[in-house]
């Protein structure tokens, strides 16, 4: 299957600063990236979708000036934590769409995860 | 946000049982989509669907996409210990980016 990569996997940052978190599609072309945010024992919530070359869409009640994401490529993906706090800490996953046509279109594939904490 | 129906939320089955779990849903979907998620880590795509009535089998897990286009199934035979595990449904639905997941169902084995 295809293969989605998240960096770091773990990252602890001190309150007030700024964190980015990477997300590559290693072997397809993603036109399209979500980022999650998941909390213990529960299931995963959409914060944004992103488009290569565009503006991400975000989810109501996530802040676009908080959480800035950038979708310059077919295959990369960053989400950036600006002036991180610690109800931040948690752990954000991205996933990637492909590019293909029918079945392989509509297949989308996560990444490992990353756990961000804020001290 | 939106949701799919996913039961049961947790299962506690001895090792060497089969496990059967499911997604209903309100809305039709084209793509229905199994993922398994181990602590700590991201999910992992186990079965993907696409046309109604299709049933797909990965190893010992298969799956369904129901006829009626609103529910899917996920089958797992004689479980072993590395089934452990939040399984997740997934869906997308007609011309929708976003995937809409179930809440998940916590599997336990007991050796």
């Known amino acids: 299957g295809a293969v989605v990569s998240q960096h770091p996997s773990r990252v602890i940052c001190k309150s007030g600063t700024s964190v980015k978190i990477e997300c590559r599609s290693l072997d397809f072309q993603a036109t399209t990236m979500f980022w999650y945010r998941q909390f213990p024992k529960q299931s995963l919530m959409l914060m944004a979708t992103s488009n290569e070359g565009s503006k991400a869409t975000y989810e109501q009640g996530v802040e676009k000036d908080k959480f800035l994401i950038n979708h310059a490529s077919l295959t990369l993906s960053t989400l950036t934590v600006t002036s991180a706090h610690p109800e931040d800490s948690s752990f954000y996953i991205c996933?990637?769409?492909?590019?293909?046509?029918?079945?392989?279109?509509?297949?989308?594939?996560f990444g490992e995860g990353s756990w961000l904490t804020v001290v | 946000g939106q949701q799919l129906n996913q039961s049961p939320q947790s299962m506690f089955i001895q090792e060497g049982e089969d496990v059967s779990m499911n997604c209903t849903s309100s809305?039709?979907?084209?793509?229905w989509l199994w993922y398994k998620q181990d602590p700590g880590e991201g999910p992992v795509l186990l079965i993907a669907?696409?046309?109604?009535?299709e049933l797909t089998s990965n190893g010992r897990l298969t799956a369904q996409f129901g006829i009626t286009r609103k529910d899917s199934f996920l089958n797992i035979s004689a479980s072993i210990p590395s089934d452990v595990g939040i399984y997740f449904c997934a869906g997308l639905w007609q011309g929708a980016q976003k995937l809409v997941f179930g809440q998940g169902t916590r599997l336990t084995i007991n050796p």
């Open positions: 809305s039709i979907f084209n793509t």
């Open positions: 996933s990637a769409r492909g590019t293909g046509t029918g079945g392989d279109g509509n297949t989308i594939y």
């Open positions: 669907l696409y046309k109604a009535g």
